[in-house]
T-cell receptor, first 112, second 116 residues
Framework: GQQVMQIPQYQHVQEGEDFTTYCNSS?????IQWYKQRPGGHPVFLIQ?????EVKKQKRLTFQFGEAKKNSSLHITATQTTDVGTYFC????????????FGKGTLLTVNP | DAGVIQSPRHEVTEMGQEVTLRCKPI?????LFWYRQTMMRGLELLIY????????DSGMPEDRFSAKMPNASFSTLKIQPSEPRDSAVYFC??????????????FGAGSRLTVL
Protein backbone atom coordinates (compact mmCIF):
# COMPACT_ATOMS: atom_id res chain seq x y z
CA GLY A 1 0.00 0.00 0.00
CA GLN A 2 0.92 3.62 -0.14
CA GLN A 3 3.57 4.80 2.27
CA VAL A 4 4.35 8.32 3.40
CA MET A 5 7.84 8.73 4.80
CA GLN A 6 9.01 11.71 6.76
CA ILE A 7 12.54 12.77 7.66
CA PRO A 8 14.04 13.57 9.98
CA GLN A 9 12.26 11.83 12.84
CA TYR A 10 13.58 14.35 15.33
CA GLN A 11 15.16 17.78 15.04
CA HIS A 12 16.52 19.92 17.83
CA VAL A 13 17.42 23.51 17.02
CA GLN A 14 18.44 26.66 18.79
CA GLU A 15 15.85 29.40 18.74
CA GLY A 16 16.38 31.50 15.64
CA GLU A 17 17.70 28.65 13.51
CA ASP A 18 15.81 27.37 10.49
CA PHE A 19 14.09 23.98 10.31
CA THR A 20 12.97 21.78 7.43
CA THR A 21 11.06 18.51 7.36
CA TYR A 22 10.63 16.40 4.26
CA CYS A 23 7.82 14.13 3.18
CA ASN A 24 8.03 11.47 0.47
CA SER A 25 5.26 9.32 -0.92
CA SER A 26 5.61 6.03 -2.75
CA UNK A 27 2.81 7.11 -5.10
CA UNK A 28 1.69 10.31 -6.78
CA UNK A 29 -0.59 12.34 -4.55
CA UNK A 30 -3.63 14.36 -5.61
CA UNK A 31 -2.96 16.64 -2.67
CA ILE A 32 -0.91 16.77 0.51
CA GLN A 33 -1.82 18.17 3.89
CA TRP A 34 0.31 19.28 6.81
CA TYR A 35 -0.69 19.11 10.47
CA LYS A 36 0.98 20.22 13.69
CA GLN A 37 0.60 18.47 17.02
CA ARG A 38 1.82 20.23 20.15
CA PRO A 39 3.11 17.99 22.97
CA GLY A 40 0.11 16.44 24.69
CA GLY A 41 -2.22 17.92 22.09
CA HIS A 42 -4.01 16.87 18.98
CA PRO A 43 -3.15 17.31 15.29
CA VAL A 44 -4.19 20.68 13.92
CA PHE A 45 -4.52 21.32 10.20
CA LEU A 46 -2.00 23.78 8.79
CA ILE A 47 -2.34 23.74 5.04
CA GLN A 48 -3.21 21.76 1.92
CA UNK A 49 -1.25 21.75 -1.33
CA UNK A 50 -2.85 20.61 -4.55
CA UNK A 51 -0.89 21.82 -7.57
CA UNK A 52 2.39 20.47 -8.85
CA UNK A 53 5.24 22.72 -7.72
CA GLU A 54 2.95 24.73 -5.46
CA VAL A 55 4.51 26.92 -2.79
CA LYS A 56 2.49 28.45 0.03
CA LYS A 57 3.58 30.61 2.92
CA GLN A 58 2.16 31.20 6.35
CA LYS A 59 4.27 33.84 8.09
CA ARG A 60 7.56 32.02 8.84
CA LEU A 61 6.34 28.69 7.42
CA THR A 62 6.89 27.77 3.77
CA PHE A 63 5.24 24.69 2.29
CA GLN A 64 6.22 23.17 -1.03
CA PHE A 65 4.72 20.42 -3.18
CA GLY A 66 7.09 18.68 -5.57
CA GLU A 67 6.77 18.84 -9.33
CA ALA A 68 6.03 15.12 -9.49
CA LYS A 69 3.54 15.45 -6.60
CA LYS A 70 5.35 12.72 -4.67
CA ASN A 71 7.18 14.85 -2.16
CA SER A 72 6.67 17.91 -0.02
CA SER A 73 8.56 20.00 2.47
CA LEU A 74 7.87 22.36 5.33
CA HIS A 75 10.45 25.01 6.13
CA ILE A 76 10.34 27.22 9.21
CA THR A 77 12.48 30.34 9.20
CA ALA A 78 13.92 31.61 12.47
CA THR A 79 12.26 29.10 14.77
CA GLN A 80 10.60 30.20 17.98
CA THR A 81 9.73 28.19 21.08
CA THR A 82 6.10 28.28 19.98
CA ASP A 83 7.07 26.14 16.97
CA VAL A 84 7.73 23.14 19.22
CA GLY A 85 5.68 20.10 18.26
CA THR A 86 5.38 17.26 15.79
CA TYR A 87 4.75 18.11 12.16
CA PHE A 88 2.90 15.54 10.09
CA CYS A 89 2.31 15.33 6.39
CA UNK A 90 -0.68 13.35 5.14
CA UNK A 91 -1.75 12.23 1.74
CA UNK A 92 -4.81 10.44 0.38
CA UNK A 93 -4.40 6.72 -0.14
CA UNK A 94 -6.25 3.84 -1.68
CA UNK A 95 -7.49 5.98 -4.55
CA UNK A 96 -9.78 7.89 -2.24
CA UNK A 97 -9.45 11.42 -0.94
CA UNK A 98 -11.02 10.57 2.40
CA UNK A 99 -8.42 8.04 3.51
CA UNK A 100 -5.43 10.02 4.70
CA UNK A 101 -2.16 8.23 5.32
CA PHE A 102 -0.08 10.14 7.82
CA GLY A 103 3.68 10.18 7.97
CA LYS A 104 5.30 9.32 11.29
CA GLY A 105 6.00 13.01 11.81
CA THR A 106 9.02 15.11 12.69
CA LEU A 107 9.34 16.18 16.32
CA LEU A 108 10.81 19.66 16.56
CA THR A 109 12.26 20.92 19.81
CA VAL A 110 13.59 24.44 20.18
CA ASN A 111 16.17 25.50 22.72
CA PRO A 112 15.50 29.07 23.90
CA ASP B 1 -18.13 26.24 17.54
CA ALA B 2 -16.94 23.89 20.29
CA GLY B 3 -15.01 21.73 17.86
CA VAL B 4 -14.90 17.96 17.97
CA ILE B 5 -15.70 16.80 21.49
CA GLN B 6 -14.36 13.53 22.85
CA SER B 7 -14.90 11.76 26.14
CA PRO B 8 -13.43 10.55 28.32
CA ARG B 9 -10.11 12.38 28.04
CA HIS B 10 -8.38 9.70 30.07
CA GLU B 11 -9.36 6.14 30.79
CA VAL B 12 -7.48 3.60 32.87
CA THR B 13 -8.94 0.14 32.92
CA GLU B 14 -7.97 -3.44 33.53
CA MET B 15 -7.46 -6.04 30.89
CA GLY B 16 -10.71 -7.70 29.90
CA GLN B 17 -12.91 -4.72 30.67
CA GLU B 18 -15.11 -3.01 28.12
CA VAL B 19 -14.10 0.47 27.02
CA THR B 20 -16.39 2.94 25.26
CA LEU B 21 -15.05 6.14 23.75
CA ARG B 22 -17.39 8.86 22.60
CA CYS B 23 -17.27 11.58 20.00
CA LYS B 24 -19.42 14.52 18.98
CA PRO B 25 -18.37 15.86 15.58
CA ILE B 26 -18.64 19.44 14.41
CA UNK B 27 -22.18 20.27 13.37
CA UNK B 28 -22.52 20.18 9.62
CA UNK B 29 -19.56 17.89 9.05
CA UNK B 30 -20.61 14.82 7.10
CA UNK B 31 -17.54 12.67 7.66
CA LEU B 32 -16.21 11.17 10.87
CA PHE B 33 -12.98 9.32 11.46
CA TRP B 34 -11.51 7.34 14.34
CA TYR B 35 -7.72 7.28 14.54
CA ARG B 36 -5.36 5.57 16.97
CA GLN B 37 -1.97 7.04 17.80
CA THR B 38 0.96 5.15 19.30
CA MET B 39 4.67 5.83 19.34
CA MET B 40 5.40 2.71 17.33
CA ARG B 41 2.73 2.96 14.63
CA GLY B 42 1.94 6.66 14.52
CA LEU B 43 -1.54 7.75 13.44
CA GLU B 44 -3.63 4.90 12.09
CA LEU B 45 -7.09 5.22 10.59
CA LEU B 46 -9.44 2.75 12.26
CA ILE B 47 -12.77 3.55 10.65
CA TYR B 48 -14.45 6.19 8.50
CA UNK B 49 -18.13 7.16 8.42
CA UNK B 50 -19.80 9.27 5.77
CA UNK B 51 -23.32 10.56 6.46
CA UNK B 52 -23.43 8.20 9.47
CA UNK B 53 -22.70 5.12 7.37
CA UNK B 54 -19.48 3.14 7.92
CA UNK B 55 -17.58 3.28 4.65
CA UNK B 56 -14.23 1.79 5.50
CA ASP B 57 -13.45 -0.24 8.62
CA SER B 58 -10.39 -1.98 7.21
CA GLY B 59 -8.24 -0.38 9.88
CA MET B 60 -10.16 -1.86 12.79
CA PRO B 61 -7.63 -4.21 14.42
CA GLU B 62 -9.92 -7.11 15.17
CA ASP B 63 -13.37 -8.16 16.28
CA ARG B 64 -12.79 -6.72 19.72
CA PHE B 65 -13.19 -3.28 18.18
CA SER B 66 -16.53 -1.90 17.02
CA ALA B 67 -17.77 1.56 16.12
CA LYS B 68 -21.19 3.05 15.64
CA MET B 69 -22.64 6.32 14.49
CA PRO B 70 -26.36 6.29 15.34
CA ASN B 71 -26.85 9.91 14.23
CA ALA B 72 -24.96 12.84 12.76
CA SER B 73 -23.91 14.18 16.14
CA PHE B 74 -22.62 11.13 17.96
CA SER B 75 -20.25 8.21 17.49
CA THR B 76 -18.78 5.56 19.75
CA LEU B 77 -15.74 3.32 19.56
CA LYS B 78 -15.97 0.24 21.74
CA ILE B 79 -13.28 -2.22 22.73
CA GLN B 80 -14.43 -5.45 24.33
CA PRO B 81 -12.50 -7.07 25.87
CA SER B 82 -9.65 -4.61 26.18
CA GLU B 83 -6.00 -5.70 26.17
CA PRO B 84 -2.81 -3.91 27.24
CA ARG B 85 -1.76 -3.55 23.58
CA ASP B 86 -4.83 -1.36 23.03
CA SER B 87 -3.21 1.36 25.14
CA ALA B 88 -2.99 4.43 22.92
CA VAL B 89 -4.49 7.82 22.26
CA TYR B 90 -7.70 7.54 20.26
CA PHE B 91 -8.64 10.55 18.18
CA CYS B 92 -11.95 11.33 16.61
CA UNK B 93 -11.89 13.73 13.65
CA UNK B 94 -14.59 15.18 11.46
CA UNK B 95 -14.64 16.97 8.15
CA UNK B 96 -16.79 18.50 5.52
CA UNK B 97 -15.72 17.25 2.11
CA UNK B 98 -14.21 20.13 0.16
CA UNK B 99 -15.14 20.91 -3.44
CA UNK B 100 -11.77 19.46 -4.45
CA UNK B 101 -12.86 16.19 -2.88
CA UNK B 102 -10.15 16.30 -0.24
CA UNK B 103 -11.02 15.95 3.41
CA UNK B 104 -9.47 18.43 5.81
CA UNK B 105 -9.69 16.98 9.28
CA UNK B 106 -10.56 18.67 12.55
CA PHE B 107 -9.38 16.48 15.41
CA GLY B 108 -10.79 16.21 18.88
CA ALA B 109 -8.57 16.43 21.93
CA GLY B 110 -8.26 12.66 22.08
CA SER B 111 -8.96 9.93 24.62
CA ARG B 112 -5.86 8.50 26.27
CA LEU B 113 -6.50 4.83 27.07
CA THR B 114 -4.36 2.79 29.40
CA VAL B 115 -5.15 -0.90 29.79
CA LEU B 116 -3.38 -2.53 32.72
Amino acid sequence: GQQVMQIPQYQHVQEGEDFTTYCNSSTTLSNIQWYKQRPGGHPVFLIQLVKSGEVKKQKRLTFQFGEAKKNSSLHITATQTTDVGTYFCAGPSGGSNYKLTFGKGTLLTVNP
Amino acid sequence: DAGVIQSPRHEVTEMGQEVTLRCKPISGHNSLFWYRQTMMRGLELLIYFNNNVPIDDSGMPEDRFSAKMPNASFSTLKIQPSEPRDSAVYFCASSRTASSGANVLTFGAGSRLTVL
